[in-house]
């Protein structure tokens, strides 16, 4: 897992080139696309700062996306060259940080967490469909109630039947006894394929789910399934701070994975990423997209090029050893909060791997809660507060939650 670091010289140009390649709204005689530069009277780009912004640039520069780049087929030639930057950040994420084969990841930079986890499961209702003659009331997505509501969403949408595993209350494991009793009564009622969705520190504790143990019982119940990895959360840390992570694509029970950039690397909203091994994202191949150049494979269709090259640009001008380096800084200061924690006989919640501590709500008042935005895992009768050591939250601010919780 490398990558160097660059400079921001040396990244700006390779931006403005890529920009370069694509064809211009003002320069190219474009008839033919529903599209053109930002309204100039809002975003005007002879702004002098621009020559020192090339994400903002690229913004005005207004690419779309559309489609999948990392395959071997066409794309809409108009958006090439930030296409291509878009293609080497999946190869940098699926190759460095999750030490998949050359070439052998598809993926795009999807508008969040959730339509990534979404468009996994639209992949394998399909695959399933296809392959093997599936119908409707024999596919069942399977996830745990610490899962992202992503999923019941995602189910919803997809018409699946689905069903909800129970955790430990305090260690926030799979109940493997209630899965291979769920798994059993599916069967028996006709469901032969499994969609299922491992964590990689979830929403409220940052909890991991163990993804070969669960792989294992599916494995033993001998049926068909597909194990898709939500860590749109954990995917920028949890590689960083546990080398021997099993959410990466040396690990066969793993078919794809969710990250999202607008969380811990600090992208801009709207920068979900969904990887997942070759030839299965043809499942979700729209044949009907016949105006578009490659067809389109995804959910959203049309989305910003811009979004692509922020998480480029960022990945870039720190390099693999500087994120580590920020990473391991946050699950240190996080070590701290919960040091604090134990010497007040506090209970809490943490995989030491990942930056959330989430307390028990007994040892907190609603003021405090309130006042340091904890956010609770039920609005209306809270059983655990989180916090959230981001970039923001310094020793100070740290200080400051002891402080009036020694009040």
Sequence with gaps: MFWKKRSFEDIKSEIFEAIGNNLNYKNNSILGIPGSYLDQESFYDDAPFLKDAPFISTMIANP??????????????????????????????????????????DGYVAPGGTEANIQAMWCYRNYFRKEFNAKRDEICLIYSEDSHYSMPKGANVLDLDSAIIPVDFETRKWDLDS????????????????????NCATTMFGSVDDIDAIAEIFKSSNIQYKIHGDAAYG??????????????????????????????????????????????IEYCKTEEANYVQGKDYTLCGSRSGANAISMWMIMNVHGSLGWQSNMETLVLRTDDICKRLDERNIRYFR?????????????????????????????????????????????????????????
């Design 64 to 105: 779309n996306h559309i489609g999948c780049h990392t395959l071997d087929g066409d794309s809409e030639v108009f958006f090439k060259g930030t296409q291509l930057l878009e293609r080497r950040l999946i190869r940098l994420m699926a190759e460095e940080m999750l030490r998949a084969d050359s070439n052998s990841v």
């Design 179 to 198: 899965l291979n009793e769920v798994i059993s009564e599916k069967k028996e009622s006709g469901f032969k394929y499994f969609i299922v969705i491992c």
């Design 235 to 280: 995917g920028f840390i949890y590689p960083f701070t546990d080398s021997e992570s099993r959410f990466q694509f040396q690990n066969e029970n793993l078919t794809s994975i969710t990250i999202d950039g607008h969380k811990m690397l600090q992208a801009p909203y709207g920068t979900g990423v969904f990887m997942i091994r070759k030839g299965f």
């Design 351 to 407: 995989n030491p791997n990942i930056n959330i501590v989430t307390i028990k709500a007994e040892h907190l008042t609603k003021e405090i809660a309130q006042k340091h935005f904890l956010v609770g895992d039920n609005h209306e009768n809270p059983k655990w507060y989180k916090i959230v050591v981001m970039p923001h939250v310094k020793r100070g601010l740290i200080d400051h939650f002891f402080l009036d919780l020694d009040a």
